[in-house]
C-alpha cells in the first residue's frame, strides 16, 4: 500500500513558476515508476510527465516539454513537478501517481497506475 499526499499548488501569473511535491508513504517508494497527471474541469485526466523508479528516465507529454521538469528523491519518497513558463491551460488539477512497474510502456495512461494522490489545484491567471 502506498499513500500519495501532493503540495506546492496555487495561483500565479502567466508566466509564472510552482513546485508541485507528491511525498509517498511506505519503504518501497523507489520500486515504483512515477507520475503526474491533470485534470481541468470538464476534461478528461491527462498525462503529464512521468519518471521511472531509478528516476534515471523521464518522459513528457508534448504540451509541457521544455518548460516542466519531473524529478525524484528516493531517500525522501517524494517526487517533484518544477513548472515553468505556466500558461492559463495548464490550470488543472494535479494528481501524482504511483506504478509498480520497471517498463516505460503505458506510463502515459492512467491505468496503469496503482495508487493516486488527492490532487492540488494550480491556477494560472493572464
Known amino acids: 500500500q502506498v499513500q500519495l499526499v501532493e503540495s506546492g499548488g496555487g495561483l500565479v501569473q502567466a508566466g509564472g513558476s510552482l513546485r508541485l511535491s507528491c511525498a509517498a508513504s511506505?519503504?518501497?517508494?523507489?520500486?515504483?515508476?512515477m507520475g503526474w497527471f491533470r485534470q481541468a474541469p470538464g476534461k478528461e485526466r491527462e498525462f503529464v510527465a512521468a519518471?521511472?523508479?531509478?528516476?534515471?528516465?523521464?518522459y513528457y507529454a508534448d504540451s509541457v516539454k521544455g518548460r516542466f521538469t519531473i524529478s525524484r528523491d528516493n531517500a525522501k519518497n517524494t517526487v517533484y513537478l518544477q513548472m515553468n513558463s505556466l500558461q492559463p491551460e495548464d490550470t488543472a488539477v494535479y494528481y501524482c501517481?504511483?506504478?509498480?512497474?520497471?517498463?516505460?510502456?503505458?506510463?502515459?495512461?492512467?491505468?496503469?497506475?496503482?495508487?493516486w494522490g488527492q490532487g492540488t489545484q494550480v491556477t494560472v491567471s493572464s
Open positions: 501517481a504511483a506504478a509498480l512497474t520497471t517498463s516505460r510502456y503505458g506510463l502515459g495512461r492512467p491505468n496503469t497506475y496503482d495508487y
Open positions: 511506505g519503504r518501497t517508494f523507489s520500486s515504483y515508476a
Open positions: 519518471i521511472n523508479w531509478s528516476g534515471g528516465s523521464t
